[in-house]
Structures are given as structure tokens and as C-alpha cells.
């Protein structure tokens, strides 16, 4: 997995107004958990650009400017719900012989046949909660879709590896590909179509039939 460095600062005050001022300075507050004791500290919010705006997940390592460092991964993030500036974030200490927790972004490789022949592919699960010790981590779950024809479904017992355990039910779907509405609406239409001949060639026959038939006495 990939790893990003975010340079900090430790907070020696937490209050509201030292936290106003950090905003105001272009620095997220944060906070480590996980280790022997909770960890305040603050850093560029330039820093996050890889670690928030990006589908791939990385894992930070965290120096701080006394020199000491913290391998983490990212537990907690909030948004100011108008400009989307970053209020504040949440992070994990992880150690090398310890597993961890994190949800990784599935790929999908190659194309269905049953979307070529019409279908809707459905991606409930863009994401899986997977468990590993850190170095196991992956950076994406690849998802081989070019044999699901329509009516078909990947689990995601279909996408395990031995190097990391996927936390979901084994009749988890990761993705499918259903029937379209558009599909059925123009089976439909064949449909009634193909009943509409075959009414109007029997009542034909019958008409046929009717007439041909002699007349009573």
C-alpha cells in the first residue's frame, strides 16, 4: 500500500479559540489514536490533498517536529459542510505486527457480455472492509467482470486472497448485471405484438371457416 508523509506540529492547547486560530492559519487540527497515549497535533491542509481527494488509499506516515514519527492510517475526517474545507481528522497508529482494519476500493477489470447485450451493471460495494497486519494491505481488490452475462452475480467470495480477510457474508454481492428496463419494455412489446398476429390469424380462420361453412335449412 501506498504511504503519504504528513508533516505536524504537536498541539499544546486543544481549546476552541487555538483551534480557530489553526483554521484560520491553513492547519487542520488532528488527533492520533491508538498509541500508548492520544497525540493533538496539527498540520498544512495542503498536506491531505493525496490522502483525502484521491479513490486510492494510503497510509500515512506522520512526523512530527520533534522528530518523532507514527505510522497511521486515516480513521476519521469532517468537512465544513458549506466550503468543504477540512475542520478536522482522525487518525490510527498501526504497527508492522498488528492487523488492521480499512476499507479498500474494488477495480473492475474487463467487460461483462451481459451489459454489452443490454443489461445494467449494479456496484453496491465500490468498497470492501478488508483486515490484514499493514504490509498485506492492498492498495484495490481487482473484481474480474468479463464472464457475467445478465442475471449474474459476483460475490465476494469470487474476489478473496489469502494475504488479507474480507469482512462481509460470503453472499455479499460486489456487482451484477441485471436485466435493463428498456429490455423488458421491448419484450413486452414483442410480446403483445406476437400475441396480436396470432389473435388475428385465428379470428381469420374463424371468419374463413364462417363463411365457407354451408347454410342451415
Given at each position: 500500500m501506498k504511504s503519504i508523509t504528513i508533516k505536524g506540529s504537536k498541539r499544546e492547547s486543544v481549546g476552541k479559540v487555538a483551534t480557530k486560530?489553526?483554521?484560520?492559519?491553513?492547519?487542520?487540527?488532528?488527533v492520533l489514536y491508538g498509541g500508548d497515549k492520544t497525540l493533538h497535533f496539527?498540520?498544512?491542509?495542503?498536506s491531505f490533498k493525496s490522502l483525502v481527494y484521491t479513490p486510492e488509499v494510503f497510509t500515512a506516515v506522520i512526523e512530527l517536529e520533534n522528530g518523532d514519527k507514527f505510522n497511521a492510517i486515516l480513521q476519521d475526517i469532517q468537512f465544513h459542510p458549506v466550503?468543504?474545507?477540512?475542520l478536522h481528522v482522525d487518525f490510527y497508529q498501526i504497527f508492522e505486527d498488528?492487523?488492521?482494519t480499512m476499507d479498500i476500493p474494488v477495480h473492475l477489470i474487463g467487460t461483462a457480455p451481459g451489459v454489452v447485450a443490454g443489461g445494467n451493471m449494479r456496484f453496491p460495494n465500490r468498497k470492501l472492509k478488508v483486515r490484514a497486519i499493514p504490509a498485506n494491505l492492498p492498495d484495490f481488490i481487482n473484481?474480474?467482470?468479463?464472464?457475467?452475462?445478465?442475471?449474474?452475480?459476483?460475490?465476494?467470495?469470487e474476489v478473496t486472497n489469502d494475504k488479507y480477510a474480507i469482512l462481509?457474508?460470503?453472499?455479499?454481492v460486489v456487482?451484477?448485471?441485471r436485466i435493463s428496463r428498456l429490455t423488458?419494455?421491448?419484450?413486452?412489446?414483442?410480446?403483445?405484438?406476437?400475441?396480436?398476429?396470432?389473435?388475428?390469424i385465428e379470428e381469420g380462420a374463424e371468419g374463413s371457416a364462417e363463411e365457407g361453412a354451408p347454410a342451415a335449412k
Open positions: 486560530a489553526l483554521r484560520n492559519a491553513g492547519k487542520v487540527p488532528c496539527a498540520a498544512e491542509e495542503k466550503s468543504d474545507k477540512i498488528k492487523e488492521v473484481a474480474d467482470i468479463s464472464e457475467l452475462n445478465i442475471g449474474d452475480k459476483l460475490f465476494v467470495t462481509h457474508p460470503d453472499n455479499t456487482v451484477q448485471v423488458l419494455e421491448t419484450e413486452d412489446e414483442s410480446e403483445e405484438g406476437e400475441e396480436g398476429i396470432e389473435e388475428g
